[in-house]
Structures are given as C-alpha cells and as structure tokens.
C-alpha cells in the first residue's frame, strides 16, 4: 500500500473536523492537548505510517491548510 | 515523496473569513485550482457578491471587482464586453442570485453573456444571520421563519438551474455539491468544463454547488454534510440540466 | 466649421462617441430614448459597444463594470430610470470608478409625466444614493452647450475617478437647435493609461480588487475622507458659471438650464419697463457657485434675488446658502411639466421688487 504523509499548517485550522470525517485510515483527530492563535484544536495525525496519502482530507479541507505527499 | 495536494496558486495567502466548515471555502478552492490548471489567472477578473463570499475579492489571486448585492452578473457584462479575451466569472450566493438579483442573472444568460456564475446553494442567508432564502425549503426553519417556511406563505423554493436551463443563452449549467472527496472531484470537473466553455466561447454557463452553513442551520460542519445530502439533495437533484456541447454533438 | 441642425438626444449621443466614449448601457424611458436608439445604430460603426439593459438597476452596474475594466462609459436616462440607477452611483463614487450619467429629467415624483421639468435637482446635487457622496453636475442650458460640455464630462470623470452627470429638462432632449462641433473628435487610444483598471494581472502585478467596503470603521471613515478631501478640491476647482447683465442690476435672476433662457427674455422685458435684471446662470450646480453668487446678489444696486425654476423650488436652498441673507430670496416656477412663461417670471420680479 501507498504511504503518504500529511501536513497541516495548524495556525490556520478552524477545528472543523470535516477532514477527521473523511480519512479512511481514521489517523486524524483534533489535538485537545493545544490550543491554536485561533482558539481551535487543530488537526493532526500522530500515525503517519499509516497515511495512504489519498489527499481526501486536503480535497475537503475549505481552509486549504493541508498538503499531501505520497511515494 | 511527491506533493500530491497542497494549497492551489489560485488563492491568495489571505486567511478565509469563512465559519469553520463552512463549505464555501471548498468551492473557492476549486474555482482557483480550476483557474490554475487553465493557467488563466493573469487574464481572469471575478466578481464578487454581497454575502458571505463578499471578500471573495481578497481571496482570489486574480484581478476582481466587488459588485452590489444582486448585481454580479450586470457587472460581469460590463466586464466581458469591454474585455471579450479574459475569463470572467461571478461567485453568487442564493440571497443574491435567487432573489435580489434575479433579474441579472436571468438576463445574462438570456444574452448569452460568455462568462462562468458559481451559484452557491445554501438554502439560506449566511452573512445577514440565517434568514430565509427564496431557496429555503419547506419546513426549514430561519430568523424570519422562525416555524419553518411555510408553503402557503412563501411558496416553494425556486430552482434556479432548472429554470435557467430553459434559456437558449446559456450553454452549460450543472448542480453539483461538495459533501465528500468524490462529489468534491466531480464538482470540480463541472467547474472546469464551465470555464472551458466559456473559454470557447459558448454562452452563458453556471455551476450550481449545494452548499452548507453550518453557522445558521445550528449543526456541526460534519452533521452539515449529511443534513445537506438527505434535505437539500432531493429538493435540488443533482446533475446536468444544460449542456449546449452534448446537443451539438447529437 | 459649418453649423448643423440636430435634434438634442441625439447630440448627446454623437457627443460623447465624439468624447471617445465607446461603451454605452442604458433602457429606454422618455423622453431620452433617441440616446439609445442613436447609441445602438452607432457605436458599432466606431467599434464600440451598445447595450441595452433588462433595467436601469443593471445599466449603471454594467456601467460598473466597464468602467472598472477601463472604458469610457456612459449611461442615460429620465428622472425615474436615474431613481433606480442611484444604489449604483453610490458604488461608483464609493469604488471611484469614472462614469458620465445624462439625465434628460421629467416631471415627477412617481411616474409623473413625460413633459420636462427641473425636479431632480435635490436628487443630482444631493448624493441621491446612500452614503455621504458627491457626483458633479452639468446643466446645459442648450444643446450647443451640451456638446461642448461632453468631453469636459468624461475628462473631469477620468481626472477625479467618480462619476458626472448631466442634467437637463426634456425640453432640451426633444428640441432640434443649430451645433457646431468645435473640438476635434477625441480617440480612445490616445486616451491616458488607467492604471486602477482590473484587465488581468498577467501574472506580472499582484491582484487589484475593485470595491466599496471598508468594514473596519477607521478603513471606512479613512477612505470617507479621503474622498471628502477630493470634493473639496473639486468645489474649489471646478465651479462654472455664466453671468448675463448682473453688474449694477436692481434684480437678479437666478435659474440653470431652460428656466436660463426664460430669465434672460423675463430681463429684455424688464428692461423695457425700465427695470435692470440681470441673470445668473450655475452651469455646474455641484460644485455650486456660491461665491460668484454672493459677489454678484451683494452689489449694492441689487435689491431681490429671484430663482427661476421648473419645480416647486429646490435650487432656492442653494441661492439661499449662497446670498447669506444679504437681499430677499424669493422663487417663481411650475412644476411637473409645465414651462413657465416670461410674463410670470416678469410679474413675479416685480412682486419681489414691491412694484
Ligand atoms: C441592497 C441590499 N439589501 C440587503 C443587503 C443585506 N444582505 C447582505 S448579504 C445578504 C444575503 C446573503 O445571502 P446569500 O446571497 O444567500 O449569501 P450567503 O451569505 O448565504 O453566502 C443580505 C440580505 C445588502 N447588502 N444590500
Ligand atoms: S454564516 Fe454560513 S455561509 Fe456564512 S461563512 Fe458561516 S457557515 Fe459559511
């Protein structure tokens, strides 16, 4: 399988979680740890190894914070 | 590794105003990405609405022009007779397109004016707080229905891409929406047959996109998603309604 | 150069292609309609564009939009086609875009009549639209005068970015009077580059946006002044007035446009009764010549100040400001599409004169 790895310029997340709802690996999940400028738990993956960088989660994103690469 | 989606070139690095979800950002994105592929952002000058897309201006990396509340599409015919080489495009919610600005929009397509409308469906007005839009549908509740619209009171909601299908100036008009990854890539590929349209110069084309607010219809973004599929979906179907190249092909 | 018969509608119209105005929006409403109708049989022979709209609402935002994309453009109407066009002027002034608006005026308010009448004189000079802004304003008073004043519309528009109008009342549109074309026709590529224009950024500039909303109120209140500054400059700059036997007159007649020409055959009249009336004529009516006014109304041979006019008195607020009390004001006029005669001009000068 693919491996990908995503990129989430966090400072712009809105905390939205339409890309939580549309991996298909279930990797991304707002991170309740942090608080960013804006006041939203931003988005983030911890396991990127299991990233198939698919780019659904970028493709949804309405901010355009995301950026996908893949071998 | 390869970059396989990043931010397109046709947005400006200015942050969207936009509510969080809100999915007018999604279609902004594929306006810009479309504009980037046909690599006509140095020739292209949009028109942006009053709404919640009213910064659109600040958004786009092209030239634009902000009209009043309605007027996009006369404003867009000025343009594109004056400037019949560049790509023109209006962005529109349904306050402007559907109801104060109908008579420009029907109008610029009966002219066959060859520049490309984004209409954005929400079935309700975003900017002025969640009232009801001539495309709210029966039982939906706004600020000025607060019991749901009632038929009886305001009628159903209007169709603009069935309606304007039926005029002989416009050359392409699909509905699409942008709830999931898929219907996000067939949307764009309406987007892009629009302006490729225009670019060959055809006529009059929009693009329809059922869109969310999840602001005014007091559900998450993701709860936005599914009310729009199962509400919106089956009041507004989804699909081609006109497509000049297909009847010239027959 | 020869003089040559032509009806007034259709000076304006051949007036401003001669201007090097090749864009023109507009619907038809009388009594100005002979503008359009000479627009869509001519601009195309120059090049130009001709559109008629589904309303004045879209006309003057195409108007809009051309003029953002950098033509010169203009729109015409008739009193209530000019209601509809004011949210906008409003945009335009806002946007600072140029523009040349023509407003063949009729009698009102509502649908009124067809017959001319002065009555958008508060509407021309006032903002007419929302927001605090000004437009300036020509009143020819004959169609040679319309003419000349063309290319000076579109060149005052292209030098202050904001739109002028002019106005006058039907009579001026229907008439047929002799006009020589005395300025060489001006061609639009000689015209100066406008820089503000949106034609693309051909990926050399960064992005321009043209718009009208300042939403942070120190941006809007800023931007209000900015353009608070460039009326004042105007109303310094730009007054125009014509005076006609006012020194050491005993009265003076104040009217704009037709009503101008009624004052001065009201003065000939006078005069055979031994009365000096001079007339004083604001050709812009904003900037208003408030101190030409004053100057000629102070004179110590004037005794009254009277305004002429084809309403029920609007530019008597104007004299009013401009006289400063200084000598009685008084008004004589007919509204909704009546024409006053001299013999009522006459009898109402002698009213205020206590004869
Ligand atoms: C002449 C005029 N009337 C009313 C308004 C107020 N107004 C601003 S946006 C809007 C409705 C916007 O709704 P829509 O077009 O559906 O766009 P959305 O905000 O939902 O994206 C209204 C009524 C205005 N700006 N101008
Ligand atoms: S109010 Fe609605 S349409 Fe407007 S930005 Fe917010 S979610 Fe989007």
Same mark, same amino acid.
């Given at each position: 399988?693919?491996?990908?790895?995503?990129?989430?310029?966090?400072?712009?997340?809105?905390?939205?979680?339409?890309?939580?709802?549309?991996?298909?690996?279930?990797?991304?999940?707002?991170?309740?740890?942090?608080?960013?400028?804006?006041?939203?738990?931003?988005?983030?993956?911890?396991?990127?190894?299991?990233?198939?960088?698919?780019?659904?989660?970028?493709?949804?994103?309405?901010?355009?914070?995301?950026?996908?690469?893949?071998? | 590794?390869? /970059?396989?989606?990043?931010?397109?070139?046709?947005?400006?690095?200015?942050?969207?105003?936009?509510? =969080?979800?809100?999915? +007018?950002?999604?279609? +902004?994105?594929?306006?810009?990405?479309?504009?980037?592929?046909?690599?006509?952002?140095?020739?292209?000058?949009?028109?942006?609405?009053?709404?919640?897309?009213?910064? *659109?201006?600040?958004?786009?990396?092209?030239?634009?022009?902000?009209?009043? +509340?309605?007027?996009? %599409?006369?404003?867009?015919?000025?343009?594109?007779?004056?400037? =019949?080489?560049?790509?023109?495009?209006?962005?529109?919610?349904?306050? @402007?397109?559907?109801?104060?600005?109908?008579?420009?929009?029907? +109008?610029?397509?009966?002219?066959?004016?060859?520049?490309?409308?984004?209409?954005?469906?929400?079935?309700?007005?975003?900017?002025?707080?969640?009232?009801?839009? =001539?495309?709210?549908?029966?039982?939906?509740?706004?600020?000025?229905? %607060?019991?749901?619209?009632?038929?009886?009171?305001?009628?159903?909601?209007?169709?603009?891409?069935?309606?304007?299908?039926?005029? @002989?100036?416009?050359?392409?008009?699909?509905?699409?929406?942008?709830?999931? %990854?898929?219907? /996000?890539?067939?949307?764009?590929?309406? /987007?892009?047959?629009?302006?490729?349209?225009?670019?060959?110069?055809?006529?009059?084309?929009?693009?329809?996109?059922?869109?969310?607010?999840?602001?005014?219809?007091?559900?998450?973004?993701?709860? *936005?998603?599914?009310?729009?599929?199962?509400?919106?979906?089956?009041?507004? %179907?989804?699909?081609?309604?006109?497509?000049?190249?297909?009847?010239?092909?027959? | 150069?020869?003089?040559?018969?032509?009806?007034?509608?259709?000076?304006?119209?051949?007036?401003?292609?001669?201007?090097?105005?090749?864009?023109?929006?507009?619907?038809?409403?009388?009594?100005?309609?002979?503008?359009?109708?000479?627009?869509?049989?001519?601009?195309?022979? !120059?090049?130009?564009?001709?559109? $008629?709209?589904?309303?004045?609402?879209?006309? #003057?935002?195409?108007?809009?939009?051309?003029?953002?994309?950098?033509?010169?453009?203009?729109?015409?109407?008739?009193?209530?086609?000019?209601?509809?066009?004011?949210?906008? #002027?409003?945009?335009?002034?806002?946007? &600072?875009?140029?523009?040349?608006?023509?407003? !063949?005026?009729?009698?009102?308010?509502?649908?009124?009549?067809?017959?001319?009448?002065?009555?958008?004189?508060?509407?021309?000079?006032?903002?007419?639209?929302?927001?605090?802004?000004?437009?300036?304003?020509?009143?020819?008073?004959?169609?040679?005068?319309?003419?000349?004043?063309? $290319?000076?519309?579109?060149?005052?528009?292209?030098?202050?970015?904001?739109?002028?109008?002019?106005?006058?009342?039907?009579?001026?549109?229907?008439?047929?009077?002799?006009?020589?074309?005395?300025?060489?026709?001006?061609?639009?590529?000689?015209?100066?580059?406008?820089?503000?224009?949106?034609?693309?950024?051909?990926?050399?500039?960064?992005?321009?946006?043209?718009?009208?909303?300042?939403?942070?109120?120190?941006?809007?209140?800023?931007?209000?002044?900015?353009?608070?500054?460039?009326?004042?400059? #105007?109303?310094?700059?730009?007054?125009?007035? &014509?005076?006609?036997?006012?020194?050491?007159?005993?009265?003076?007649?104040?009217?704009?446009?037709?009503?101008?020409?009624?004052?001065?055959?009201?003065?000939?009249?006078? &005069?055979?009764?031994? #009365?000096?009336?001079?007339?004083?004529?604001?050709?812009?009516?904003?900037?208003?010549?408030?101190?030409?006014?004053?100057?000629?109304?102070?004179?110590?041979?004037?005794?009254?100040?009277?305004?002429?006019?084809?309403?029920?008195? $609007?530019?008597?607020?104007?004299?009013?400001?401009?006289?400063?009390?200084?000598?009685?004001?008084?008004?004589?006029?007919?509204?909704?599409?009546?024409?006053?005669?001299? $013999?009522?001009?006459?009898?109402a000068a002698k009213s205020a004169l206590g004869r």
């Open positions: 399988m693919a491996s990908g790895k995503v990129t989430f310029r966090q400072e712009r997340c809105k905390g939205c979680s339409l890309c939580v709802s549309v991996c298909p690996a279930k990797i991304i999940f707002l991170d309740e740890s942090t608080t960013n400028i804006k006041g939203y738990h931003p988005a983030t993956v911890t396991e990127m190894d299991r990233c198939i960088g698919c780019a659904n989660c970028a493709r949804i994103c309405p901010d355009s914070i995301i950026t996908v690469e893949r071998n | 590794m390869a /970059i396989v989606y990043q931010k397109s070139k046709g947005l400006t690095d200015v942050e969207l105003h936009y509510c =969080p979800g809100c999915t +007018h950002g999604i279609v +902004h994105k594929l306006v810009a990405e479309t504009l980037e592929e046909l690599d006509v952002l140095g020739n292209t000058i949009g028109v942006a609405p009053v709404g919640c897309s009213v910064f *659109a201006y600040k958004y786009f990396n092209c030239d634009m022009h902000e009209a009043a +509340h309605g007027r996009a %599409p006369a404003v867009a015919t000025g343009i594109k007779r004056v400037l =019949p080489e560049h790509i023109v495009f209006t962005y529109q919610g349904d306050g @402007d397109l559907a109801a104060i600005g109908t008579a420009e929009i029907v +109008h610029a397509a009966m002219r066959g004016e060859k520049f490309t409308t984004i209409f954005i469906n929400n079935a309700i007005y975003g900017m002025t707080g969640g009232q009801m839009a =001539p495309t709210t549908l029966v039982g939906q509740r706004a600020t000025t229905a %607060p019991l749901g619209r009632d038929r009886e009171h305001y009628g159903s909601p209007i169709r603009m891409s069935e309606m304007l299908a039926t005029i @002989d100036g416009a050359a392409y008009i699909e509905r699409v929406t942008v709830t999931t %990854p898929a219907n /996000i890539i067939k949307a764009k590929r309406a /987007i892009k047959k629009a302006f490729q349209l225009q670019i060959a110069g055809k006529g009059f084309t929009m693009i329809e996109v059922l869109s969310t607010c999840p602001t005014n219809w007091g559900l998450t973004p993701v709860e *936005a998603l599914e009310w729009l599929n199962n509400n919106m979906v089956p009041a507004f %179907p989804l699909g081609v309604f006109r497509d000049i190249t297909a009847e010239e092909a027959k | 150069m020869a003089k040559e018969l032509w009806k007034g509608n259709e000076a304006i119209a051949e007036a401003a292609i001669r201007a090097g105005c090749r864009c023109y929006f507009g619907y038809p409403i009388t009594p100005q309609s002979e503008i359009p109708e000479y627009m869509s049989l001519h601009m195309p022979k !120059v090049g130009g564009i001709f559109l $008629q709209s589904e309303s004045e609402v879209a006309a #003057i935002n195409m108007v809009y939009g051309a003029s953002g994309a950098g033509a010169r453009v203009m729109t015409s109407s008739s009193s209530p086609g000019i209601s509809l066009k004011q949210e906008g #002027i409003s945009y335009i002034c806002s946007a &600072e875009l140029p523009a040349v608006i023509v407003n !063949v005026m009729r009698g009102g308010p509502g649908l009124g009549t067809i017959q001319p009448s002065q009555g958008d004189y508060f509407q021309a000079t006032r903002g007419g639209g929302h927001g605090d802004y000004r437009v300036i304003v020509f009143a020819p008073a004959n169609i040679q005068e319309v003419v000349d004043l063309m $290319q000076d519309s579109f060149e005052l528009a292209d030098k202050y970015r904001m739109p002028v109008m002019m106005i006058m009342d039907g009579m001026i549109g229907q008439m047929m009077e002799p006009v020589e074309w005395k300025k060489p026709p001006v061609n639009p590529e000689d015209l100066p580059a406008k820089p503000w224009a949106t034609t693309g950024t051909k990926g050399i500039h960064e992005p321009k946006a043209i718009h009208s909303l300042f939403i942070d109120p120190n941006e809007s209140n800023d931007h209000n002044m900015r353009l608070d500054a460039k009326y004042q400059r #105007i109303m310094a700059d730009e007054q125009r007035y &014509e005076t006609s036997e006012t020194e050491d007159a005993e009265l003076i007649f104040v009217a704009f446009g037709t009503p101008a020409r009624l004052a001065r055959a009201a003065a000939r009249l006078l &005069e055979e009764e031994g #009365i000096k009336a001079g007339v004083f004529r604001p050709i812009t009516i904003w900037p208003y010549p408030y101190d030409a006014l004053y100057q000629a109304a102070a004179q110590d041979s004037v005794k009254a100040v009277v305004t002429v006019e084809m309403n029920t008195g $609007q530019m008597i607020d104007d004299v009013r400001i401009a006289v400063r009390g200084c000598k009685p004001v008084s008004f004589v006029g007919q509204a909704g599409g009546r024409v006053p005669t001299p $013999q009522e001009v006459v009898a």
